[in-house]
């Protein structure tokens, strides 16, 4: 086989792979075949449904007791998935992947696949607590520091009255105290786990422990809890409607943030570009040939 062909033939494995991972991600959501409300975004498959029917949709599942791994795609997560194949696997591998931060929403519009919502973590986890507390919902916090989950508990059950709390456990316990965690959240019986953990270790800790864990959710929720427990202010919503929550967050922790918003917000538009070139030449090697 030639060159040429070799290539056109992977760029149609590639197509058909991805339409294929597509397809079960929306038959997952919106109960059929269609691609609708499911986009490729960066390799990932990205949700794009409005917040009202994700919160829907999440509520039905942990209900149902349906095992999920759920996942935030944020611009960070994009660069971590770049430098860590594993962890770019690991988000193929998740149930439903959600797309978090203006950023994410900038470049879909560069890309000519636009998002318009924004389903970051700090406001659609309240929501789901609050649509959840009246049908009995129950939820384990995992992660963050000690004192910082037994506040988060504190704040939900106050705010949604009605809503359980399963279950607490610290995310600094040690290696060999993995088991007692996995047994707690078992007899606990949540339905959703809220794992706080960070990227990229949350999600890899979701996807090796979810078979170990049969009709519980599990949603990696990086820095929720120290949003929820008020020990990190959130931007003014002026501040968030503009797009800029990101500005304001560096300004509140430079120290601990200064990497990800300024080499990180380079590497993320590197990848926006080099993603464009490349399927921009992938349609035109494909459209030569047919």
């Known amino acids: 086989m030639k060159p040429l062909e070799q290539s056109t033939s992977r760029n149609r494995q590639y197509l ?53 791994r759920i996942y935030f795609v944020n611009a960070h997560t994009v660069v971590m998935s770049r430098k860590e194949p594993a962890l770019e696997e690991t988000l193929n591998r998740g149930d439903l992947l959600l797309p978090d931060g203006s950023g994410v929403l900038w470049s879909s519009r560069l890309l000519g696949k636009p998002i318009k919502f924004n389903l970051n973590g700090t406001d659609l986890i309240p929501a789901l607590c609050k649509a959840g ?33 399963a279950g607490i456990q610290h ?10 965690v996995l047994d707690d959240i078992r007899q606990a019986k949540p339905h959703v786990v809220l794992v706080a953990m ?49 500005c304001w967050r560096l300004m509140m922790e430079p120290s601990r943030l200064g990497h990800r918003y300024t080499v990180g917000i380079v590497a993320f538009i ?4 080099q993603d464009s070139l490349f399927a921009f030449k992938r349609k035109q090697n ?3 040939q047919q």
């Open 133 to 165: 507390a009246p049908k009995g919902l129950s939820v384990y916090l995992l992660g963050a520091k000690p004192s910082v989950a037994d506040d988060v508990a504190q704040s939900l059950t106050q705010t949604h009255p009605g809503l359980t709390i």
């Open 286 to 288: 494909i459209a030569t």
């Open 16 to 68: 058909a792979f991805r339409r294929a991972v597509l397809t079960s991600q929306a038959r997952q959501i919106v109960g059929e075949p269609s691609t609708s409300s499911v986009i490729e975004f960066l390799r990932l498959p990205l949700q794009r449904l409005p917040q009202p029917e994700t919160v829907k949709v999440l509520l039905d599942r942990c209900l149902r007791r349906s095992a999920n």
């Open 171 to 180: 995310g600094y316990f040690e290696e060999q105290d993995l088991e007692a």
């Open 198 to 246: 960070g990227v990229p270790l949350q999600e890899f800790w979701i996807d090796q422990h979810a078979k170990h864990l049969p009709g519980i959710t599990l949603i990696g929720v990086g820095g929720l809890f120290d949003f929820l427990a008020q020990r990190v202010v959130r931007a003014p919503y002026p501040v968030r409607r503009l797009g800029l929550e990101w």
């Open 270 to 273: 590197y990848i926006v570009l």
